[in-house]
């Protein structure tokens, strides 16, 4: 299946961006924390898909990131917009609105015998694709263990603010 040709790449592009844009009263919803998923089957990571279009994606991602982080209620107590790309897996990508202090700052611990993220210095995804944006950019490499399975991935965050990653 992945070794498929990837047909109306450009439609499919312009209908993921439209679907991204401007998500329903997200800050209106009740939690500890409201996950917004990329709408998407995952056609955007495969192997054939344009490197030019997976860009496209994660600029308007990264956009509508910035979009929300800009418009939290005053009167929302705690709130925190926080972006992720998951690379090279962007249909894992979410955004992350936080409702709750202690859950935000106990988030970003994970470091276990299951899961660690190692934080990446020096590298920059938004400056390797060349998308420009004010937020913040912090990235890890995640590295996910079992029995019998071990997964590997980047995942950026894009926020208005520093991480709690003491």
């Known amino acids: 299946m992945w070794n498929k040709k990837v047909r109306g790449q450009r439609r499919k592009l312009k209908a993921l961006l439209k679907a991204i844009e401007h998500p329903t009263a997200p800050f209106e919803r009740e939690g500890q924390c409201i996950e917004l998923s990329v709408p998407s ?9 344009y490197g030019k279009v997976k860009t496209e994606f994660c600029r308007k991602w990264i956009e509508e990131t910035a979009i929300l982080a800009d418009s939290i209620p005053e009167d929302a107590g705690f709130c925190k917009v926080v972006g992720s790309i998951v690379y090279p897996q962007l249909w ?10 202690e859950y935000y700052n106990s988030f970003w611990k994970r470091d276990d015998a299951y899961q660690i993220w190692t934080p990446i210095e020096g590298k920059s995804f938004i400056r390797e694709r060349n998308i420009k944006t004010d937020l ?6 995640e590295v996910l263990k079992d029995e019998d399975f071990e997964f590997h991935c980047r995942i950026w965050f894009y926020t208005k603010d520093d991480l709690p990653l003491n």
Not at 136 to 141: A, H, L, Y
């Open 41 to 49: 089957t995952p056609w955007i990571e495969m192997p054939k898909t």
């Open 92 to 101: 894992n990508s979410t955004i992350l609105i936080f409702r709750d202090e």
């Open 136 to 141: 913040n950019e912090f990235g890890f490499d």
